[in-house]
């Protein structure tokens, strides 16, 4: 899906929890009822009415205490809750242009979803080999699929490369991988989703929130309905998985009838990526990378892929293609990428491999997308061999890892047991400092050795 980071993504609106307080909000149409709220008791029971049922309280055009009563019995206290949030969220959202009717439509029946949460909490004990990852993301099914999938959409295809100048390997190789080419297009309420997100998951609290306005205004829009704004748990839409934000901002009518449906229409869906790639300077011809061969004398290699090299420079150290053909434009700026630390195939990455990153900033992705649309475009299988043997290190043993990183005095930038820049740059750091081969790696042995040194 496409992805901002919750963490580290920046909310553009003001926090606004504290300050909507139901009985002192003082403005808009909320004043209305604000009024009625002379005791705490006539409140509660005036804030049950409206939780429940806000619509008939604001069509109407006052409460509807008996009713609403009965109901508000019924609700469980959590429920209550949840009702009471989803209020203060209506005048940020009125804020934002989203219509009382709307807002109302959305949230009609809306409770938070268990499984939005239980997703959101799930930290698997292993992490999933990135050999597997690459395997089942870059299937012989997939493959076929993709290929059958070029054919189908030929005629939209050349015109999608027209219009945004992004090759259609790529294009097709996202959507096989977001969706598996508008199969698994996620099938769950994106606003009920994002409301649980944002109302009950500390980590995705903000992110939620952003999102869940964001969808609010798709629907305000018109372009799908309420029924229809189905997505994943995360929220990530259709067939191209875009959440709400991205959808925002990249979102297209291809097919031209006033409406950008990615959850139904491929070419609406299709040249929203492509507009996604474009705007993320996608270079029109040019590949996402090379697999390469490091030589074996060279002991320490940079692996982060942000810094990066023309690629006269790497084969100046005598690294090359795998295939022994040269670099088409060697000034062209590359990142070496080790996905399995130094055993493994090696790739040095370049300007279209940090497009797709846009996409989903996550490494391993965007070799999958790279080399799925490698393989679209009729391309052999990865080279060099797996090292199948290594095994990834468990959740305990990164976080062991991470402590023991930290306390002689690389930082890891926290103990998470998520191996990100930080706790690679640390690995490094470490393997230089005690002379070994340095690639980064956090691998079973680095941490073995970390043991038998404390
Ligand atoms: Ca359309």
Same mark, same amino acid.
């Given at each position: 899906?496409?992805?901002?980071?919750?963490?580290?993504?920046?909310?553009?609106?003001?926090?606004?929890?504290?300050?909507?307080?139901?009985?002192?909000?003082?403005?808009?149409?909320?004043?209305?009822?604000?009024?009625?709220?002379?005791?705490?008791?006539?409140?509660?029971?005036?804030?049950?009415?409206?939780?429940?049922?806000?619509?008939?309280?604001?069509?109407?055009?006052? &409460?509807?205490? @008996?009713?609403?009563?009965?109901?508000?019995?019924?609700?469980?206290?959590?429920?209550?809750?949840?009702?009471?949030?989803?209020? /203060?969220?209506?005048?940020?959202?009125?804020?934002?242009?989203?219509?009382?009717?709307? !807002?109302?439509?959305?949230?009609?029946?809306?409770?938070?979803?268990?499984?939005?949460?239980?997703?959101?909490?799930?930290?698997?004990?292993?992490?999933? &080999?990135? %050999?597997?990852?690459?395997?089942?993301?870059?299937?012989?099914?997939?493959?076929?699929?993709?290929?059958?999938?070029?054919?189908?959409?030929?005629? =939209?295809?050349?015109? =999608?490369?027209?219009?945004?100048?992004?090759?259609?390997?790529? $294009?097709?190789? $996202?959507?096989?991988?977001?969706?598996?080419?508008?199969?698994?297009?996620?099938?769950?309420?994106?606003?009920?989703? =994002?409301?649980?997100? +944002?109302?009950?998951? /500390?980590?995705?609290?903000?992110?939620?929130?952003?999102?869940?306005?964001?969808?609010?205004?798709?629907?305000?829009?018109?372009?799908?309905?309420?029924?229809?704004?189905?997505?994943?748990? +995360?929220?990530?839409?259709?067939? @191209?998985?875009?959440? &709400?934000?991205?959808?925002?901002?990249?979102?297209?009518?291809?097919?031209?009838?006033?409406?950008?449906?990615?959850?139904?229409?491929?070419?609406?869906?299709?040249?929203?990526?492509?507009?996604?790639?474009?705007?993320?300077?996608?270079?029109?011809?040019?590949?996402?990378?090379?697999?390469?061969?490091?030589?074996?004398?060279?002991?320490?290699?940079?692996?982060?892929?942000? /810094?990066?090299?023309?690629?006269? %420079?790497?084969?100046?150290?005598? $690294?090359?293609?795998?295939?022994?053909?040269?670099?088409?434009?060697?000034?062209?700026? +590359?990142?070496?990428?080790? &996905?399995?630390?130094?055993?493994?195939?090696?790739? =040095?990455?370049?300007?279209?491999?940090?497009?797709?990153?846009?996409?989903?900033?996550?490494?391993?992705?965007?070799? +999958?997308?790279?080399?799925?649309?490698?393989?679209?475009?009729?391309?052999?299988?990865?080279?060099?061999? %797996?090292? @199948?043997?290594?095994?990834?290190?468990?959740?305990?043993?990164?976080?062991?890892?991470?402590?023991?990183?930290?306390?002689?005095? !690389?930082?890891?930038?926290?103990?998470?047991?998520?191996?990100?820049?930080? @706790?690679?740059?640390?690995?490094?750091?470490?393997?230089?400092?005690?002379?070994?081969?340095?690639?980064? %790696?956090?691998?079973?042995?680095?941490?073995?050795?970390?043991?038998?040194?404390?």
């Amino acid at each position: 899906m496409t992805k901002a980071n919750p963490d580290t993504r920046k909310s553009s609106e003001k926090r606004t929890e504290t300050v909507h307080k139901p009985c002192r909000k003082k403005s808009g149409r909320f004043r209305q009822y604000a009024d009625l709220c002379l005791k705490p008791l006539i409140c509660t029971i005036a804030l049950g009415t409206f939780l429940i049922s806000p619509g008939v309280l604001f069509s109407a055009g006052g &409460p509807m205490f @008996t009713t609403g009563i009965s109901m508000a019995r019924a609700a469980t206290a959590s429920d209550k809750r949840f009702r009471q949030w989803v209020e /203060r969220l209506w005048p940020v959202a009125r804020r934002k242009g989203i219509s009382r009717r709307t !807002f109302n439509e959305a949230f009609r029946g809306v409770l938070p979803d268990p499984d939005v949460i239980r997703s959101a909490h799930y930290q698997p004990e292993f992490v999933r &080999p990135v %050999w597997d990852y690459m395997a089942s993301a870059v299937s012989d099914q997939r493959i076929l699929t993709g290929q059958a999938m070029l054919r189908k959409y030929e005629k =939209l295809l050349d015109r =999608l490369e027209k219009r945004f100048r992004v090759d259609r390997y790529v $294009i097709v190789a $996202i959507w096989g991988m977001e969706s598996n080419y508008g199969l698994n297009r996620g099938d769950k309420n994106v606003i009920r989703s =994002l409301a649980t997100l +944002a109302y009950r998951d /500390r980590r995705r609290r903000k992110f939620g929130r952003q999102q869940l306005l964001s969808a609010l205004r798709i629907l305000q829009r018109g372009d799908i309905s309420v029924s229809q704004i189905k997505g994943s748990w +995360a929220g990530a839409m259709g067939h @191209t998985q875009f959440i &709400p934000t991205t959808y925002a901002a990249y979102a297209v009518d291809f097919d031209s009838d006033g409406k950008r449906d990615i959850w139904n229409s491929p070419a609406d869906a299709l040249a929203s990526t492509a507009n996604y790639l474009h705007k993320s300077r996608w270079r029109f011809g040019e590949t996402w990378g090379y697999e390469v061969k490091i030589p074996k004398k060279i002991r320490s290699v940079r692996t982060n892929i942000r /810094r990066r090299k023309p690629l006269s %420079w790497y084969k100046k150290l005598g $690294i090359r293609r795998v295939n022994g053909k040269d670099f088409p434009r060697p000034g062209d700026r +590359a990142g070496l990428y080790l &996905p399995a630390g130094r055993n493994g195939p090696a790739f =040095l990455v370049l300007n279209n491999f940090r497009s797709i990153l846009r996409y989903n900033n996550a490494n391993t992705y965007a070799l +999958a997308v790279g080399h799925l649309a490698d393989r679209l475009r009729g391309f052999g299988p990865i080279r060099t061999a %797996w090292p @199948t043997k290594q095994k990834p290190l468990a959740r305990e043993e990164r976080l062991e890892l991470q402590r023991l990183l930290t306390a002689k005095g !690389f930082d890891t930038g926290g103990t998470d047991g998520i191996i990100g820049n930080q @706790t690679l740059h640390a690995v490094r750091k470490y393997q230089k400092s005690r002379g070994l081969k340095v690639d980064g %790696w956090p691998s079973a042995r680095v941490l073995k050795k970390l043991r038998n040194e404390s």
